[in-house]
Nanobody
């Protein structure tokens, strides 16, 4: 199983970016998916999560600016980021709680991360 993020980059404050994360490999089902971020010298923090039924949860710092969504048919989760601020600069990681097969338990998998840099 692999989770691969894409869509990061350099953007000016006030701009937008859309991150994608594709889960591939032997996957029977995916439960919750989410986005986290880690800035230099800081701990990894929750950005947003989404259940299989698209119930969402956001960190207070991104509410109203970021939108998480998913496409279950494509095993993909997205993060639309608008009104970006310099303090949003971080490596963004996606995660997925998924089951590889009928006799497997649900395990958490992480992507390798994608850099988002917001210039002032």
């Amino acid at each position: 199983v692999q989770l691969v993020e894409s869509g990061g980059g350099l953007v000016q404050a006030g701009g937008s970016l859309r991150l994608s994360c594709l889960a591939s490999g032997s996957i029977l089902s995916i439960n919750d998916m989410g986005w986290y971020r880690q800035a230099p010298g800081k701990q990894r923090e929750l950005v947003a999560t989404i259940t299989r039924d698209s119930v969402t949860n956001y960190a207070d710092s991104v509410k109203g600016r970021f939108t998480i969504s998913r496409d279950n048919a494509k095993n993909t989760v997205y993060l639309q980021m608008t009104s970006l601020k310099p303090e949003d600069t971080a490596v963004y990681y996606c995660d997925a709680d998924l089951r590889e097969g009928w006799f497997y338990s649900v395990n958490k998998y992480w992507g390798q991360g994608t850099q988002v840099t917001v210039s002032s």
